[in-house]
């Protein structure tokens, strides 16, 4: 079974703080992605990575970066949390072949208070 | 326009019914096309892919007519265990998925 797993499950942390989200995929997969769902706005893309070391913005990096140093591992960093960073974020990989699914982890809901 | 459009629901149906979800796209470029699952709480799972001649899975039935850039999804007779929120996501390549909002289905007793 492919695993996608995430650090935590929930997380608060205080304005201003840095925060770190990791992921880690157990299946050699090339493309991983960072995205956030808001209720109403569904999932958003953040940030996603087709190779290590290697990254792309996707459509609301701003307030976001992003760390691929290994291919099972893909980093969300969060420079200077702010409330509206408030969320739920989840981690998905999947392979280079064109038009095969994307598994995901299991969420990491993140209260910035 | 929107990139996907989903009607967000909720659609309230009664164990057994036949119920239908509609989807469109805007990106003609689009090569596949799949349905996620989401439970509440949980991640999205792959519910099942959409080929160009419709395919069924069980209960389950997808459509695709790229000419109007539609995608459908049926359910027939609903289980309580349907309950959840279903994603249309266009694709585009191994990286450019796009998701929908979503559409809410409860399955009453």
């Known amino acids: 079974d492919v695993k996608v797993t995430q650090s935590s499950r929930y997380l608060v942390k205080r304005t201003g703080e840095k925060v770190f989200l990791e992921c880690v995929q157990d299946m050699d997969h090339e493309n991983m992605f960072w995205y956030r769902q808001d209720p109403g706005l569904g999932l958003r893309l953040i940030y996603f990575s087709y190779d290590v070391k290697m990254k792309e913005k996707g459509d609301i990096p701003e307030g976001y970066s992003v760390s691929r140093e290994k291919k099972e591992r893909f980093s969300l960093i969060l420079e200077s949390a702010s409330t509206n960073q408030t969320s739920m974020y989840l981690c998905?990989?999947?392979?280079?072949?064109?038009?095969?699914?994307?598994?995901f982890g299991q969420g990491t809901r993140l209260t910035v208070v | 326009r929107k990139e996907v459009e989903q009607d967000p629901g909720p659609f309230n149906v009664p164990e057994g019914a036949t119920v239908a979800f509609n989807c469109t796209y805007s990106?003609?470029?689009?090569?596949?096309f799949f349905w996620y699952r989401q439970d509440c709480r949980k991640e999205p799972k792959l519910l099942m892919s959409?080929?160009?001649s419709g395919n069924e899975d069980g209960r389950f039935t997808a459509q695709l007519n790229r000419a109007s850039q539609y995608i459908s999804l049926l359910i027939r007779d609903s289980k309580l265990s349907d309950s959840a929120t279903y994603l249309c996501?266009?694709?585009?390549?191994?990286?450019?998925?796009?998701f929908g909002k979503g559409t809410k289905l409860s399955v009453i007793p």
């Open positions: 959409v080929y160009s």
């Open positions: 990106n003609s470029a689009s090569q596949s």
């Open positions: 998905a990989s999947s392979s280079e072949l064109a038009n095969t699914e994307a598994f």
């Open positions: 996501v266009p694709q585009m390549g191994s990286y450019q998925l796009t």
